[in-house]
């Protein structure tokens, strides 16, 4: 199985969420998270002082998936999320050992 | 009490030529100033203010995202203090400088010219006047607030410098004229008969309608009925309601101008015309989706305000119940069914509430009025009659407000331009317009 | 000043049978209307209004979890639009109908009857006389604002519709029977000489009792003792509390029903009793857990408030700084100790803060009005007396509202119910009674 | 007229020997107790009550991290609480307890000695008086407010109890004296013919030099400079802005003590010159910066409030829209470059807007009298004699709080401590301080 | 070592916060997360516009564990989270190559 | 490449981003979470309910670096986040398999 973490836009999540259901999404989990890359942040004043902001707002979503589905969810939020603007985001790939259903006690691809 | 009644819209009849006036009866009777209609009048013009800033700043703002807060409350205060700055330029002279024009009031008190401590505006009762100051003072604010009310219609979207452009020009093209010939003597809606005792045509209705032309002709927010756009402090949009509710005994008791039973009459149809509208537009949700929501108590917090406003001072607290008990299904069918129907993206209900609600009070004054009905109306009150002459005063102030405030936004428009970038749209006004944001931790 | 400290219980006295007393004086001499008086009354009226919402809904929605802070604002917000509209159909009646009843004042007002712009209500004072109206709509606001109080003892869990329905009741068969006793002429208690200046029997214990019951009937929330349940927003409450600070001029110096020198003494009261109570319940957090809390402060100030409610009118400024300084300890010890000893979960402390914060103001009454403490009692005012006429003013309500509430909950949940499911409890009220959540980014 | 605008800084004088006068003119013409003026008291009262909490908590508290909220709030109110009583014990006695002394106003009133609701207070009209107790509630809430704003100077790491002692050695050393220097008959500042009519230099001056005492004297907070500190909910502060110009109402005009004429110029021009200052912030910041911010205007806001306070009784209202233009650029300013230039952590910027701004009203009061320049001076009115006694009136205030600001800051060091510790800073003093959290979940 | 990321409903956290103390964990990292799933969310109607929820309120805990530690500490959350409803989460392990304590530098099973 | 997840003191974000700009770290991922541990957290009292709060506010970073830079970000957070003090946090470095840049679809180091 594998663990995939994406950092993408905030207004590409409903969207990303409905396209991994459509090819067999079963769960995920969403963090809104400050962003830190190549696109900028800004500059807030208040009164004259002067803030710069350096994270930019992400979500980040977590998803378990069965090895076979891997590359069709990657390939999936990529051209969902895409913009082809700087901050589209990043995907990150792990290994994941083992998953388990809390409320079943079910293991490996069937907890997903 | 006819006499007294059909006097209400006359008030407002002797404030154009008043400082001769004054000059006039010093020879008979001195006019009397009370010092409980001063401070009255004193205690109505803050709460009006309070309407605006806090709270109408803090209703339309918990209804936007998080990302706009700040746009909202900036455009509701910068519009109000600008409108002020020109009140005593030559709004006021506008509206109420003394001139004989059906339509608006010239140029005699530009600059507030020859106003002084001395100087004294009528009342509804002969021989009883206030300080000038303290009439300009109560009309300013209902000047610095209908231009707040249209925000609603463009929430999340407009462009800063184009707001502000275009409520200066708003106020000076169509409210200051439609006040003159709503409120004074030789004003043409006065002039009809028309009863709108705290402003509901001038404020609501005129500020409604363009409302409406501004969200017709700006279009939707970017995802628009696609993105969640659910409001993003429902605690601070319950908040703002009540202080409108807090505020608006200034606006309809305190346009009574005196400190007399009419002016606790419209206090009372103030309380109960409102209570009622909440409790049916409770009713209507719990009916229609199966539970009264926080927004539509709100809703109908506000809708029952601005039902009540022009009949306040003339509806008996039994037909100030059945108004509100009326207004609300109305303004919820509108913002329901009748929006998504047509599809435009009038963003906080401004024509929904203020422009259907208005209509409603309007052309409710005219029937509620009736003696018969617990109204205030004489002996020879004809309902049918009332009504008409209510109903043209509606559509007078439909087509002014409707295309003149649509010449207004184009003009707006090529001056300053009306939208903002879509990206910046996407960041939020308060970043992109303002250069901060509502919340940290 | 005997005799007009003793009057002072005794204003409403006349009000029963104010339209025919009316009639009677005009004969002799017409009774005056100050526009001063009026417009104090229309602006304490509104303030009343201003300590409901926003300010009650703050004070009180701030303590719960953000999942349930709609539905308080809510009950506050829809318990006050339906008590005044119940109000204007019999409430008024049955509490200042006319009738000789000690117990109620009969159907004699239903709906309003007989009132119009020309009738008065009688003041304090011989020959002063106010609009009806705004007698009307101030006593109202009374009415909205004390079956609210209620809520915060079953909130986070009880149904929106039993609380609406119990509220009616509530209203119906405690609140305008108490105060009518307490406030008219022809009342039970108050022809007992008990001094309630403001309503801290007829609002606080009344309400208080009623609290503890609902408490104690409902049970405690799902994971009381267990999750933490800490304030959403303390801001928020101590926005409410110093609202309700703000509001609470108007409802003790207004219950003066003129702007004299004895208002004057209510409000100098309603600022130190409660500044004092602020300072008090600092003190003893500091004593016994090392730090003052915003909590702290936010309850002492209620608690001050309460106390002085009965006594604004005949305690001087220091005997306020001593009610003050004595009734946060009292309250102090029973939200902590005596509650936790009990186990209930009176969530919000209705009865530690209102109760028996009434109740030591009740007494406190009772001894401050005396000469030797800066008191307005007369030289043969006898504190004993006095007190014991005072406790059994408050046993008369305890008993009324323990026992009747106690009914009026059992007929609720047989008709609506009364709690709402535990998993919807879990998932917060907002989502599940009204369908919206207050926060969205 | 001249006599009249004269007579404004006179007011008070009368106030010091008030109860001996009473008796004297009682035998002659018995005065005048008018109700529509006790209304306007008590609500002015109440008004500026409410600046101060939830006001200036809200104005304040905003501009802080959350992990500070709290802390702002509790200070805020805790000082209001604990000056009240202070001020009934002797505080009253040393502003206007009737000595001959220019410097204070003897023992004669501690604990209100012989104040009874037959007393009364003068008012600038001869005849016309005030039950006594609603002027002690008035001038109470100054007092109240006064050592509130300071806080703003020492916000995020001042020790609370120090907080609290400083406070009651602030008001006794530095305002009551002031207060009586400037408004007494027998005051010092008073007897120059400076004008100041409703608290510029004893509230704002006064306040604004003891922060920036403050501020040097404690050094900047952990992080400063380096850390984000910006506001945690400006949304909070705008909040409380408008609750504060709300709530200047009752001060500006509420200093008039009656409801004249006069009183409602007052009112105008807190309207106008506020109006004035908001729109020159931002546009002083679209000019610099591009963008004009909700902070912005929330600085100028207040800053107009500033600079009107002692001019509201004098100035015409174009003079009051002068000024509001011309305050807002300077404390933009000060707060901006003055104050980064010398890098002292005023941290919430009292001494640059209220400071600065009540220096720029006080010597704007000077000038914008002149009846050349629409005010209400008389012909022979000279802006350069009176600019003079200004600029005396405030160098005096500069020098007496400053001093003795900084006396008190190190005596209070001495006794409890002034700061928190840095780990106790870095968490906050919500918890540290008081052990709770602003916000949960 | 093995990291160990569970999604729990969020009023069970301080239970099992609790009974992994017992087992012997010293240390976690809590974040509150929308999560996705099989457990449906709601809808919203703000003044007709209607807004479809479709994620959960839920709790995430991150735990980095000795390799000994670990199945205790599966099965501890497992039976503590459980309410047998749906939307109990998920457990989800990884392997862990390092972990380091910053205070003190130690590293492996020491730094947890 | 790694995934080095880190939990530090909120107060020293700024200062860990900056060192770690400076190795050559081009992204990263921010989220506030609440830490358990040694570090113990604090009591709440709200009108005599007493509330513990077991977690201590953190922050928590994600970065996906190249094998090569793992280490240099591992010490350099390790001494810029020091503090001597209990609670200074952790870091724990997993293993990453893929990496890849929405926009362009880069993947492996490059797209880091
Ligand atoms: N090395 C990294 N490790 C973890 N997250 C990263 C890394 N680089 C980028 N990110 C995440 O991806 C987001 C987008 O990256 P950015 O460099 O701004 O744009 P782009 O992906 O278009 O090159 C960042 O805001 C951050 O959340
Ligand atoms: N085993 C663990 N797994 C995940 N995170 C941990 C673990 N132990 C500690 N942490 C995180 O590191 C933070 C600091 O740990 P703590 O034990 O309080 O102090 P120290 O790191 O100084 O020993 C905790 O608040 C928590 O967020
Ligand atoms: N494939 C997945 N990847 C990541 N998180 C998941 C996944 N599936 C479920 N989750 C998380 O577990 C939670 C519970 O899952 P859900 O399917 O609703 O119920 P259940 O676990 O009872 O089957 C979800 O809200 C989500 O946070």
Redesign the interface.
Known sequence: M??I????KP?KL?EV?EALTAVGV?????????????QSG????????E?A???VP?V?I?I?VADTLADEV?ET??KV???????????????????????T?ETGDD?? | MMKKAMGIGGLFALLGSLPAMAQDTAAEVAPIIDKGDVTWMMTASALVLFMTVPGLALFYGGLVRSKNMLSVMMQTTMIAAVVMIVWVLYGYSFAFGGSTSPYWGGLGKLFLAGVTPDSTAATFTDGVVLPEYVFIAFQMTFAAITPGLIIGAFAERAKFSGVLLFSVLWVTFIYFPIAHMVWDGAGLIFNMGAIDFAGGTVVHINAGVAALVWALVLGPRVGFGKDNMAPHSMTLTMVGAAMLWFGWFGFNAGSNLEATSGATLAMLNTFVCTAAAIVSWALVETITRGKASGLGAASGMVAGLVAITPACGTTGPVGAIILGLAVSPVCYFFVTTVKQKFGYDDSLDVFGVHGIGGIVGAIGTGILMAPGLGGMGGEDFAIGAQVMIQIKAVLITLLWSGVGSLILIYITKAITGIRVASDDERQGLDLTSHGESAYHS
């Open positions: 594998k663990y973490i994406a950092a993408i207004y409903d969420r079963r769960g995920m989990m969403v963090s809104e998270i400050k962003g830190f890359g190549t800004h500059t807030e004043i208040y009164r004259g002082a803030y902001v350096n994270f992400k980040k977590e378990a990657i939020i990529r999320a895409r913009t082809d603007k700087i901050g589209d985001g990043k995907i990150f790939v792990l290994d994941l050992e083992q998953a388990l259903r809390v409320r006690g907890a997903l």
